[in-house]
């Protein structure tokens, strides 16, 4: 289990340190059986974030007034901890508030998405898109 631990830590680790030099996009789109869904991935460890209630999203620096930064996508836990040990003084956000700020600053609601969701499933496709 220790062994376990300790290697899965380390290639977090190393996912940590390329991830630092590319910092590449982390909301991709995965090939799910002939599916496309989009999926957010955490930018410490690589993998995908599959329950916003346990991530969170970081700044990648403080801008001044008007101006924007980047931002990072991590899981809780031994990813988000990683990040706050590099990356402690800058503000971060639960990934459900982002989110929810997100959908509203792309012009979009709760409610518009609850008509398409209804929409979708009246066609029965309410299952494409997910993972
Ligand atoms: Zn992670």
């Not at 792309?106 to 969701?117: A, D, P, T």
């Amino acid at each position: 289990m220790y062994v376990e631990l300790v290697e899965d830590y380390e290639n977090i680790f190393l996912n940590f340190n390329q991830t630092l030099r590319v910092q590449k996009a982390m909301i991709k789109t995965i090939n799910n059986d002939g599916m496309y869904a989009p999926v957010i991935i955490c930018d410490i460890c690589g993998k995908a974030i599959d329950n916003a209630s346990l991530a969170a999203v970081i700044d990648c620096e403080r801008p001044n007034v008007g101006e924007m930064t980047e931002v990072r996508h991590v899981h809780k836990g031994k990813c988000h901890d990683l990040a706050d040990a590099r990356w402690s003084e800058l503000p971060w956000a639960e990934m459900d508030v982002h989110l929810l700020n997100l959908i509203n600053n792309v012009g979009s609601s709760l409610e518009k998405l609850q008509e398409v969701r209804e929409a979708r499933n009246k066609v029965g496709i309410e299952n494409w898109g997910k993972i």
